[in-house]
């Protein structure tokens, strides 16, 4: 996408987060449902991310569409939307993992009702891989998929899963039984109205919107008559994913940092502004251009896991920097006064743990360094020495 384009999609997301802010308390407090709020915003705001040639309803700005399928389009959106509420942004059926992975799995008329679906009501789906005793690694997943004569048979629990409760179908990290070792698991797509399947809502501190959930299978079929349908890439696909999502996830970080950047910078007077700016701005510019620099690489098909990792990990450290600074320059009784304040901090604990905490991206960053594979760090240890 061109930087003008670019930019109107930056300005469109701002104009939206702006609405999505006057919802934030009442969606954080219980008064107001997030798929609500989502179920008012014209239909264009629910076809986001869909591939353009199938999108009945684009994004349009001066006679040109704005499709939101590449990384940079995806984290410019989602900074923007996480400036007016993080949550809320995370309740956009396009901001779920699921969403790009599923168009692989989905046959032609699948797609076509998918599609059709999307058009009509929000529409949202899960990715469903993190459980209760194993978190999210891949290779110790539990839930199992069994393949039988006419299917195959899940059973397992899911937790944190975003949108688990408000999804029509997604897909489930499941153990093949026929299968061995890390390619054993598999994506299955699952409808939600699959006998067996029961999602339910989470109450958690921050990130209210995004519907964390716990599902459960027991005994759910698959209904496919070939053992169960699968991502053509299987789990190195889903691995793809999470690379690219996680430039996203900084951005989000960045977004909700921003948002407190800028609500402590209006309630600042002019000597102590002048000193709140002069720590975060550039800082903030900084951790955009790293972010960039990462969805550029994966959009040019040189990705690669630890400049993901780094962005991310930039992003949640400033936010959390912010958040705390906040309460610091606002006084002891910031939370109470700026609930808004309060409710970003939680927020953004949240984004911290999203595709990996900062330890597990700390690991990532030093294996790619080591490997030499980190090319804004250069050196490799021992070199140069
Ligand atoms: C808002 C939100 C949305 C989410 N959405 C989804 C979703 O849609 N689908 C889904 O499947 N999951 C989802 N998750 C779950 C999320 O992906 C995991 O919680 C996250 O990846 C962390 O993994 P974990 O729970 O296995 O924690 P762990 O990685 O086990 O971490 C637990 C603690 O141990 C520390 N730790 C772990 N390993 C090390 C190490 N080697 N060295 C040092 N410290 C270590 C971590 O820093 C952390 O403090 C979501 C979570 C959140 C908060």
């Known amino acids: 996408m061109p930087d003008d384009d670019l930019k109107a999609l930056r300005g469109i997301g701002r104009e939206l987060a702006e609405g999505l802010r006057t919802h934030s308390l009442d969606v954080h407090e219980g008064r107001e449902a997030a798929e609500d709020v989502v179920a008012a915003l014209p239909a264009e705001y629910w076809c986001l991310g869909l591939r353009p040639d199938r999108n009945p309803k684009p994004l349009r700005e001066g006679g040109r569409t ?15 939307l996480c400036r007016g509420d993080a949550g809320l942004a995370l309740a956009m059926p396009f901001s779920s993992m699921s969403a790009m992975l599923m168009e692989q799995m989905l046959d032609a008329s699948q797609l076509d009702a998918h599609y059709a679906r999307m058009s009509e009501r929000p529409t949202w789906t899960f990715f469903a891989l993190t459980e209760p005793e194993r978190g999210s690694d891949a290779g110790a997943i539990t839930t199992t998929l069994e393949p039988g004569e ?5 059973n397992g629990v899911k937790r944190y899963i975003g949108n688990g409760a408000r999804a029509y179908c997604g897909l489930v990290f499941a153990r093949n039984t026929a299968a061995s070792g890390m390619f054993a698991v598999q994506p299955v797509l699952v409808p ?6 029961t999602a339910e809502l989470l109450d958690t501190m921050g990130l209210k919107g995004a519907g964390l959930s ?73 951790t955009r251009g790293l972010i960039a ?70 690991q990532t960053i030093a294996q790619g360094w080591i490997a030499g594979r980190l090319p804004l760090v250069g050196a490799r240890p021992g070199e140069g020495r």
Request: overall charge negative.
């Open 66 to 80: 704005l499709p939101v399928r590449s990384c940079r389009e995806f984290t410019a959106l989602m900074e923007e």
């Open 192 to 197: 939600s109205d699959a006998p067996g399947f």
């Open 293 to 362: 620099t990462a969805a550029a690489a994966l959009d040019a098909g040189r990705g690669d896991g630890s400049v993901s990792s780094a962005a991310k990990l930039s992003a949640v450290r400033l936010a959390d920097a912010l958040a705390a600074a906040a309460v610091d320059v606002l006084g002891p009784a910031a939370r109470l006064d700026h609930p808004l304040i309060d409710k970003w901090d939680g927020d953004i604990r949240g984004i911290e743990f999203m595709e990996g905490t900062s330890d597990i991206q700390r």
């Open 150 to 154: 006419d299917g195959a048979v899940l």
């Open 214 to 286: 716990e599902i459960r299978l027991e005994g759910v079929r698959v209904p496919v008559a070939d053992g169960a349908r699968t991502a053509p890439t299987g789990l190195r696909g889903a691995m793809q994913t999470f690379d690219t999502f996680r430039p996203c996830v900084g951005a989000m970080a960045l977004g909700a940092g921003t948002a407190v950047y800028e609500y402590v910078d209006r309630e600042l007077r002019a000597g102590a502004q002048r000193n709140w700016r002069d720590r975060f701005v550039h800082r903030i510019e900084a």
